[in-house]
């Protein structure tokens, strides 16, 4: 189980814990005071403060997931961009660049179809530098 799913069930059940806690302590204190206490004012700020806690984390993972949507097509643009200019590239080093820039896309879309797997990481890692000396003139 990967450690963010682990922390995220760990977080559920403290939570879950905590609420069970609580009302087992009002259950008590009910019991024993006739009058209530006037804990509904703080109730109210707590569940506020909740309420803004819980809009604030969905920000920021709106955030970050437009970031990464915009990465990628940045990505995909210089791709585009950088396959275009081997036309102008002498003709006998236009075909193998080609195939090489293929196959870095192929990587790249295998990437993100399946990101946590590490040996798609090191194959993209490894094609990058490829193409960048192949462009330049010089042999990996």
């Excluded at 990481?121 to 010089?138: D, E, H, I, M, Y």
Aim: glycine share 6%; aromatic share 8%; net charge positive.
């Amino acid at each position: 189980m990967q450690p963010f799913a682990m922390m995220t069930l760990f977080l559920l059940a403290a939570v879950i814990a905590c609420i069970e806690l609580g009302r087992r302590i009002r259950i008590r204190r009910n019991q024993k005071d006739e009058a209530p206490s006037g804990l509904s004012t703080i109730d109210g700020a707590v569940f506020g403060l909740m309420g803004l806690l819980l809009a604030f984390t969905f920000s920021g993972a709106e955030s970050r997931f437009d970031t990464r949507r915009q990465l990628i097509v940045q990505e995909s643009n210089a791709i585009g961009t950088a396959y275009l200019r081997v036309d102008l590239l002498p003709a006998t080093a236009q075909p193998q660049l080609r195939e090489d820039f293929r196959s870095y896309t192929d990587s790249r879309i295998a990437l993100y179809h399946a990101i946590s797997n590490n040996q798609m990481r090191c194959r993209t890692s490894w094609l990058a530098p490829a193409l960048c000396k192949r462009k330049s003139g010089t042999n990996p």
